[in-house]
């Protein structure tokens, strides 16, 4: 079963950056794709960003030249660099991972995957 841990969220003002963090254990596949998912309260949960074993990288467009998603495979850990934050990225952010390929336009949906983290807050203040 694979694990999934997140860490690296701040209360942080507007304009400012954090970097989240995901460690995946058992995560031995050797295809797999993963992303960072965030949800506000009374909000559904949508995707922000996604990387594959093929590194290839999508992104919401609210998101697009501010957060950056990169994957450290050797230390099996997902990484979310947010720049220029906003009010509106305040929520709670979580990783999700599964096993084998998928179309990059559908990398960002909640239904494609199984493996989900706890989550870790961001909230960021005006």
């Known amino acids: 079963q694979v694990q999934l841990v997140e860490s690296g969220g701040a209360s942080v003002q507007s304009g400012g950056s954090l970097r989240l963090s995901c460690a995946a254990s058992?995560?031995?596949?050797?295809?797999?794709?993963m992303a960072w998912f965030r949800q506000a309260p009374g909000k559904e949960r949508e995707g922000v960003a996604s990387v594959g074993s093929d590194g290839r990288t999508t992104y919401a467009d609210s998101v697009k030249g501010r957060f950056t998603i990169s994957l450290d495979a050797a230390k099996n850990t997902l990484y979310l660099q947010m720049n220029s934050l906003a009010p509106e990225d305040t929520a709670m952010y979580y990783c999700?991972?599964?096993?084998?390929?998928?179309?990059?336009?559908?990398?960002?949906?909640?239904?494609?995957?199984?493996?989900w983290g706890q989550g870790t807050q961001v909230t960021v203040s005006s």
């Open positions: 058992r995560l031995t596949y050797s295809r797999y794709y």
């Open positions: 999700a991972a599964d096993q084998g390929s998928l179309g990059l336009n559908i990398r960002l949906a909640r239904w494609a995957y199984l493996y």
